[in-house]
């Protein structure tokens, strides 16, 4: 079966720390993203990555970097934790084809609490 | 550019009853549209899509979804609620010429025994 996994499903982590959200996923695809779930706000993409070594900036990308050094491996890094980066997030990746019936596959998420 | 509106925060139904969770969406080119399922403390499951065809789709767990084009929207529907369908529901749009989804801000339905 597919997956994508992240490291975390929790962690809680102080004002100022640089904080590391792993993602790895076993299908060989070619596009990794990362997302943050807030209430009320639906999912909002931070970063995406159509390749490795390639990024791109999402709609909030304020606050956080990734690295994407191996196909099958895309970290969000927080350089500075702040408290309004409290979120749950989401990892997905998919292949490159553009057919349609390639849909995302997601991880089971990390919910990050910054205190 | 591209944009998914889920118009209800919330929708109840009792157990047994049909449900409806709406979804309109906006993209320029022909549109790829999702459901997607969340549990608690979970990521997101795919439930159905539509590409092209029939304009009601059937997906995983008895959902399925109507496309309406000239109304752009791609509801989703159950016949009968289990209260096991309790979860938060998110739509997603997909321009044909791009690999970006956006999601709608998600709807959560409880369904009451």
């Known amino acids: 079966d597919v997956k994508v996994t992240q490291s975390s499903r929790y962690l809680v982590k102080r004002t100022g720390e640089k904080v590391f959200l792993e993602c790895v996923q076993d299908?060989?695809?070619?596009?990794m993203f990362w997302y943050r779930q807030d209430p009320g706000l639906g999912l909002r993409l931070i970063y995406f990555?159509?390749?490795?070594?390639?990024?791109e900036k999402g709609d909030i990308p304020e606050g956080y970097s990734v690295s994407r050094e191996k196909k099958e491996r895309f970290s969000l890094i927080l350089e500075s934790a702040s408290t309004n980066q409290t979120s749950m997030y989401l990892c997905?990746?998919?292949?490159?084809?553009?057919?349609?019936?390639?849909?995302?596959?997601f991880g089971s998420g990390t919910r990050l609490t910054v205190v | 550019a591209q944009s998914v509106a889920q118009p209800e925060d919330q929708v109840n139904v009792a157990e047994g009853n049909p449900l409806t969770v709406k979804c309109t969406y906006s993209?320029?080119?022909?549109?790829?549209l999702f459901w997607y399922v969340q549990y608690p403390n979970r990521g997101l499951q795919f439930l159905l899509k539509?590409?092209?065809?029939?304009?009601l789709v059937k997906g995983s767990y008895g959902f399925e979804a109507e496309f309406n084009k000239s109304q752009t929207s791609f509801h989703l529907k159950k016949p009968s609620a289990l209260v096991s369908d309790s979860a938060l529901y998110f739509c997603?749009?997909?321009?044909?010429?791009?690999?970006?989804?956006?999601f709608g801000t998600g709807t959560r339905l409880k369904v009451l025994a």
């Open positions: 299908m060989d695809h070619e596009n």
């Open positions: 997905a990746s998919s292949t490159r084809i553009l057919g349609p019936g390639y849909g995302y596959t």
């Open positions: 990555s159509y390749d490795v070594k390639m990024k």
């Open positions: 997603a749009v997909r321009d044909s010429g791009t690999y970006k989804y956006i």
């Open positions: 993209v320029s080119g022909n549109p790829y």
């Open positions: 539509y590409i092209t065809g029939d304009n």
